[in-house]
């Protein structure tokens, strides 16, 4: 017998799967371009080589449309339809589950402008005030823009709170896809992968901080260990 599956199942599945893949993937492939410019001696000169590859991809517009923008653009838009139905209820029902789920909403928020914001400055230089040329379209240039601008301190600011909500999000987001999608099943190993994801955020976290202040003084606060 044929199962019918709801235009809202398949929504939201999608709506999980593209957080994971291809957002998740991106994300660790954004973290592992970042941290070239951590390393302590030449981290200038091999952060502005690794963005000289990637912009040497071809066809790299559609590249990041196809795989980055339209999935970035369907997840964002879709969890803000979620946020708008959802209905809090943690003051009645305090769990931690709860809690979890409403920061994953409210992060989501967040990550919508961060997001925007990243993506119009860095990527395309768009924003008025602040570098008009974008890392993209001038790789030799890379490592030096963002070092300007994150000694602007509300620019800082604002790269501090977005990366501690995507790490969360993420994170948090991989165990609701373990979840929901039933690769872990039965509390204990449901609170066990949490444990996991929450030392994987951690983890994430440490290097996310890394990477932006290796953009202030050579080899960020772990001196290029990574």
């Known amino acids: 017998m044929a199962v019918r599956l709801s235009r809202t199942f398949v929504l939201r599945k999608l709506h999980q799967l593209s957080g994971i893949v291809p957002l998740g993937a991106f994300l660790l492939e954004h973290l592992y371009t970042n941290s070239k410019a951590a390393h302590p001696e030449r981290g200038q000169e091999h952060f502005n080589e690794a963005v000289a590859d990637l912009q040497a991809i071809p066809y790299i517009l559609f590249v990041e449309i196809t795989f980055i923008f339209i ?61 008009e040329t974008s890392v993209a379209h001038r790789p030799d240039l890379a490592y030096q823009i963002v070092r300007d601008e994150f000694t602007i301190p509300w620019v800082l600011a604002v790269y501090v709170v977005g990366i501690v909500s995507t790490v969360w999000h993420f994170a948090n987001g991989i165990w609701l896809f373990l979840v929901d999608w039933g690769v872990v099943i039965g509390a204990r190993a449901q609170r066990l992968t949490g444990y996991a994801c929450i030392g994987f955020g951690v983890l994430l976290l440490a290097l996310w901080f890394n990477v932006m202040t290796a953009f202030i003084w050579k080899g960020g606060l772990l001196g290029g260990i990574f």
Do not use: D
């Open 71 to 131: 999935p970035l653009l369907y997840h964002a838009l879709y969890g803000l339809y979620i946020t708008k139905e959802m209905r809090p209820n943690n003051l009645a029902y305090p769990y931690a589950r709860n809690w979890f789920y409403t920061i994953q909403r409210v992060t989501g928020i967040i990550l919508f402008f961060f997001i925007l914001f990243h993506v119009l400055n860095f990527r395309f230089g768009l924003l008025p005030g602040l570098n």
